[in-house]
C-alpha cells in the first residue's frame, strides 16, 4: 500500500515560509540522512489503537503525550529512518508470558511496516538502510524498551535478528537492574541477570541502550560490556546542559565516546531544563552542543522519544518542523559538517560498526 503524503521536497521554499526559517535550513535539511534512535509511536497502536497508517492532528491534547508522528507525517517530514520501539509491560507477570507477548508485539509491528512496502522497508544495518535510502523509502530499525520482555531463560538465543538495540532497564526496576527514575528506591546496579544479559545482547551484536538505567547500573552494564563494541543511549539529557535524574553527566558521556557510540537527545521540555508542558527546540540545540564540547560532534545524534508520553517543544511539537532544528543549528554557526553527523551520520556510523 501506498500512503499520500506532501512532497516538501517539490518547494522547500514554502516549507521554510511555513515554519518561519530560512530556505537554506530547508534546502541542508532535505539533503541530509534524518535518523531518529528512538520513536514510540506503536505503544499508542498496541494500546489505543492509533492508527499508525493514518495522518492525525495534534489530537485534544495539542500533540502533548501523543500524536506526535505517524506514517504518513513521518514520510511527509523527509525523516528517511528511525528506530520504531516496542516497549515492554512491566506489569505483565511472569518471564515466560512477557516475551509471548513481545513476540506478538514484534510480529505486529513488522506487519503494519512491511503492509506499506512501497515507502517502508524494515533494514537492519546501515548497508540495508542506504539500499532503502537509494529506493526512495524511509528505513525502519526496531528497538525494545525494557529488557525485561527477553529476561526469560534463553530467551536472547533466539532473538529475531531484526532487533537492533535493547534498553537494558525502562522506568522500573526489574530482574535485570535499577532504573533511573527516582521510584527506584536505592540504586543497586545490574543484578547478576543483567550483567549476562548485557555479555547476551554483546554476543548476538545487538546494541546495548543505557537510556534509563540508573547510574551504578550504567557503569556495571560498561564493566561487562565489550569494549570491541560501540554503546549507545538513544534519548536522554545531558546534565551539562540541565542537571535532572534522567540526564547523563560528563563521565558517561566520555564512556560512550571512548567506545565510539553516539547519544540520542529526546524532546521532552521538562528533561531539557523547561516548563513541562513544553518549551523550545532551542533548548535541544543547548543539550546538543554541550555533548559536542564534551566529547566532539561524532557522538551527537536525535533520539527524540516522539509519542512516548512526552510534551515536546511548542514550536516542534510534531516531526513536521524538525527543519526549524537545522535553523537552529545554523543559526549558531554550525557546518553543514556538524549538523549532518548529528542528523543521522553519526548513528549510521556506530550501527554499520557493529553490523555492517
Known amino acids: 500500500m501506498t500512503l499520500r503524503t506532501i512532497d516538501h521536497r517539490r518547494d522547500p521554499a514554502a516549507w521554510a515560509q511555513s515554519l518561519g526559517i530560512s530556505r537554506e535550513a530547508v534546502e541542508l535539511y532535505l539533503d541530509c540522512d534524518v535518523i531518529d534512535l528512538h520513536v514510540d509511536s506503536f505503544i499508542w497502536d498496541r494500546v489505543f489503537g492509533y492508527d499508525l497508517s493514518q495522518r492525525h492532528g495534534h489530537g485534544v491534547l495539542g500533540a502533548r503525550f501523543y500524536s506526535q508522528v505517524d506514517f504518513p507525517r513521518i514520510l511527509e517530514a523527509q525523516v528517511t529512518g528511525a528506530t520504531w520501539v516496542i516497549t515492554t509491560n512491566p506489569a505483565v507477570p511472569g518471564a515466560e508470558n512477557r516475551a509471548r507477548l513481545f513476540q506478538r508485539n514484534l510480529e505486529r509491528l513488522k506487519s503494519l511496516i512491511t503492509a506499506f512496502d512501497e515507502d517502508f522497508v524494515l533494514v537492519r544495518n546501515t548497508a540495508e538502510y542506504r539500499a532503502a535510502r537509494r529506493a526512495g523509502k524511509h528505513g525502519a530499525f526496531i528497538g525494545v524498551q525494557g529488557g525485561n520482555a527477553l529476561d526469560a531463560p534463553g530467551a536472547l538465543d533466539d532473538l529475531d535478528e531484526s532487533i537492533l538495540r535493547i534498553t537494558v532497564v525502562h522506568l522500573s526496576n526489574s530482574s535485570l537492574g535499577t532504573t533511573s527514575a527516582p521510584v527506584r528506591g536505592a540504586d543497586t546496579g545490574l543484578t547478576d541477570r543483567g550483567r549476562d544479559f ?51 553527566d560528563d563521565d558517561q558521556l566520555r564512556a560512550v565516546a571512548d567506545l565510539g557510540g553516539t547519544v540520542g537527545v529526546m524532546y521532552q521540555s521538562s528533561f531539557l531544563g523547561d516548563g513541562f508542558w513544553g518549551g523550545e527546540a532551542n533548548s535541544i540545540v543547548d543539550h546538543l552542543a554541550h555533548i559536542v564540547a564534551t566529547v566532539g560532534e561524532d557522538h551527537a545524534s536525535l533520539g527524540s522519544d516522539w509519542d512516548g508520553a512526552i510534551c515536546p517543544p511548542r514550536d516542534m511539537p510534531t516531526c513536521l518542523e524538525l527543519p526549524r532544528l537545522v535553523h537552529l543549528m545554523l543559526v549558531r554557526g554550525w557546518s553543514d559538517t556538524r549538523i549532518r553527523k548529528i542528523l543521522g551520520d553519526n548513528f549510521l556510523r556506530v550501527v554499520e560498526e557493529l553490523r555492517g
Open 198 to 248: 548485557v555479555r547476551g545482547l554483546n554476543h548476538k551484536k545487538v546494541f546495548v541502550d543505557l537510556a534509563h538505567i540508573s547510574p551504578k547500573g550504567f557503569w556495571d552494564a560498561l564493566e561487562v560490556h565489550d569494549a570491541s563494541q560501540p554503546v549507545l543511549v538513544t534519548h536522554t539529557g545531558v546534565k551539562g546542559a540541565f542537571e535532572h535524574w534522567r540526564n547523563l
